[in-house]
């Protein structure tokens, strides 16, 4: 017999939501958590870039214990959102179910901020690296104090594919519990890359907005990078059932490919064959109650061409689904978007309520969908599908259904 | 000497999570709540803040032997160097 996944737990942290509760509120508000700031490395090192921050986030980081002292921001979001997953789905991992959890926690860089940190005090200071900047570094991190903190000893690792990174942690937790490697798993993914010298990178590509991101709107000006972490608890579903818990949606698909072709420009049969193998067994009876989370990201490339890769897939029905990219709100959490966009979705199809895509207002001819512009609205959604398309042309997308 | 003695000891001191009772050369090491990584830190905080190199190799266990905070002290003091 097949085993199916469910999941039981949200825990997220982003620039509209220190939880999910939060978060939510914020996503059917349509709030927009993006605002420019500066971050320095020193004197005459300075870049101001619209961003989407999580603010004050310190205070609360000193709050998770000892080990988190000792740990980069990223990992610190990644706690902070797997302590919420955890309690939100009380499961017991001191019963010997530990034994048989995962902990994959992807993230796109890793310890951004300690390496900063060491290189600066190297370079400008005369200072040695502190001892801990290696342990802060590794992309690994996160996922290893996941294990360290909750007794999770199954498979644990960091999956790093850029954007993508947190759809391919949850889809590939979830193959484990489906094949029974693990009974259960704690995945997401987790960024925190708003330093001088990362945001000066990025902006060495041209394609970050100097203002607001307007996914498939005609005046979209590129991305906002925001910061954050998504995690959830994915178990067994007749375990899930038996314990009585409470189950917000099964994870029915998962799709990841690759293009095969560029390290920058998408690929419409890439989008459409990773969202064709998620959907490959899902049965949709009504595509009025289909919602697809976009990647979204507001950039010249992105948006017209997973307009045709869903076009690509749905043909006609096309039409009668609703699309929206949340990351016109929260920015873009680079590795961490799957994991946060995951919740945004299963929210979605839980509580019958498209997040809108906020800072819409020019239609392009060259993305022709129903993007729920700037409202929320409610609807009927029987199958919820996040994508992710990462640089490097890595495609992972999930679709989730209510049990 | 003593000056260096007291500086280490308030370095020490703002390591030691799990001590309840005030910090002395007496104090066992196994008092002061931290693990073998700690040292590491505390021997980094002593380089930065004492203005001094301490040479050592983890894998040579040289802090393995000491029992008490005089110990450390004492093998701090024995290893450190002008940096």
New interface residues.
């Given amino acids: 017999m097949t085993r199916r996944v469910v999941v039981t737990g949200l825990g997220g942290v982003c620039a509209t939501g220190a939880n999910v509760p939060e978060f939510w509120e914020n996503l059917k508000a349509g709030k927009c958590g993006i605002d420019k700031r500066t971050y320095s490395a020193g004197e005459g090192l300075d870049i101001t870039l619209p961003v989407a921050p999580v603010d004050n986030f310190e205070t609360r980081a000193a709050e998770l214990g000892r080990d988190m002292t000792r740990a980069d921001r990223f990992t610190q979001f990644a706690i902070a959102a797997a302590d919420e997953a955890v309690a939100d789905s009380g499961i017991d991992l001191a019963s010997g179910l530990g034994a048989r959890t995962a902990a994959i926690i992807g993230t796109g860089i890793g310890g951004q901020a300690a390496m900063d940190a060491a290189y600066i005090g190297m370079l400008r200071h005369g200072r040695r690296p502190h001892p801990l900047s290696i342990l802060k570094t590794i992309p690994n991190a996160a996922a290893s104090h996941v294990s360290i903190r909750y007794g999770a000893r199954g498979p644990a690792f960091a999956i790093s594919s850029a954007c993508a990174s947190g759809a391919h942690a949850i889809g590939v937790c979830a193959e484990f519990i489906r094949s029974g490697v693990a009974d259960a798993g704690i995945a997401g993914a987790s960024e925190a890359v708003l330093t001088f010298g990362a945001l000066e990178a990025w902006k060495a590509m041209h394609i970050v907005s100097d203002e607001l991101c307007r996914p498939f709107s005609k005046n979209r000006k590129g991305l906002v990078i925001g910061e954050g972490a998504g995690v959830l608890v994915l178990e067994e579903y007749e375990a899930a059932k038996a314990r009585g818990a409470k189950i917000y949606a099964e994870l029915v698909g998962f799709g990841m490919n690759a293009d095969g072709k560029d390290m920058i420009n998408p690929d419409v049969n890439g989008a459409a064959g990773a969202m064709r193998i998620a959907l490959e067994t899902v049965k949709i009876d009504d595509p009025s109650a289909v919602y697809i989370n976009a990647h979204g990201t507001g950039t010249l490339m992105n948006d017209p061409t997973e307009t045709k890769a869903i076009r690509d897939v749905f043909g006609a029905d096309a039409d009668k689904l609703v699309v929206s990219s949340t990351k016109s709100m929260h920015g873009h959490l680079l590795g961490a978007a799957g994991g946060i966009e995951a919740i945004a979705s299963i929210l979605a199809l839980k509580n019958g309520v498209v997040p809108p895509t906020v800072n819409y207002d020019e239609p392009d001819p060259a993305c022709d969908l129903d993007y729920a512009p700037n409202e929320a609205k409610e609807r009927k959604i029987d199958v919820a599908i996040s994508n992710s398309f990462a640089f490097g042309g890595l495609n992972a997308v999930l679709a989730f259904k209510r049990v | 000497m003593a000056e260096m003695e007291a500086a280490l000891l308030e370095i020490i001191k703002n390591h030691a999570?799990g001590l309840t009772g005030p910090l002395t050369r007496e104090t066992p090491v196994s008092d002061l709540g931290i693990d073998s990584?700690a040292v590491?830190?505390i021997?980094?905080e002593v380089?930065?803040k004492l203005h001094v190199e301490v040479p050592f190799n983890a894998n040579e266990n040289p802090f393995g032997e000491m029992k008490s905070v005089g110990d450390l002290i004492d093998a701090l003091q024995k290893l450190a160097k002008p940096a």
């Fill in positions: 999570v990584f590491v830190e021997i980094y380089e930065e």
